[in-house]
């Protein structure tokens, strides 16, 4: 079992910056592949990116490439994502979770989510 446990969502203005964390509970953290997903009312969940156990390996949606970018410290077990120049669009939930696979950007192949931290951009 792996617990997941979001942090650093907030209300920001549009063009700002934020920076989420998700720390992993799991000391075989390195051993998963992560992923950041975001939910907006009314809306499925939808895939942002993934990053590969190493680190050496990522992938975006199309609607955040060039002002997200995920990473992640296996020593921390933590995975980052930095998002830069924030639209209004990007308001919703945002969710990291864990899978044994890499590369997917479906929520099927993870099996751990966390809560999910709230990210607001007002115009």
């Known amino acids: 079992q792996v617990q997941l446990v979001e942090s650093g969502g907030g209300l920001v203005q549009v063009g700002d910056s934020l920076r989420l964390s998700c720390e992993a509970s799991?000391?075989?953290?390195?051993?998963?592949?992560m992923a950041w997903f975001r939910q907006a009312p009314g809306k499925e969940r939808e895939f942002v990116a993934t990053i590969k156990w190493g680190g050496d390996r990522t992938s975006y949606a199309e609607s955040v490439q060039g002002r997200f970018t995920i990473s992640r410290d296996n020593a921390k077990k933590t995975v980052y994502l930095q998002m830069n120049n924030l639209k209004p669009d990007d308001t919703a939930v945002y969710y990291c979770?864990?899978?044994?696979?890499?590369?997917?950007?479906?929520?099927?192949?993870?099996?751990?989510w966390g809560q999910g931290t709230q990210v607001t951009v007002s115009s």
């Open positions: 799991k000391s075989t953290f390195n051993s998963y592949a």
């Open positions: 979770a864990a899978a044994s696979v890499y590369g997917s950007d479906s929520p099927q192949p993870y099996s751990y």
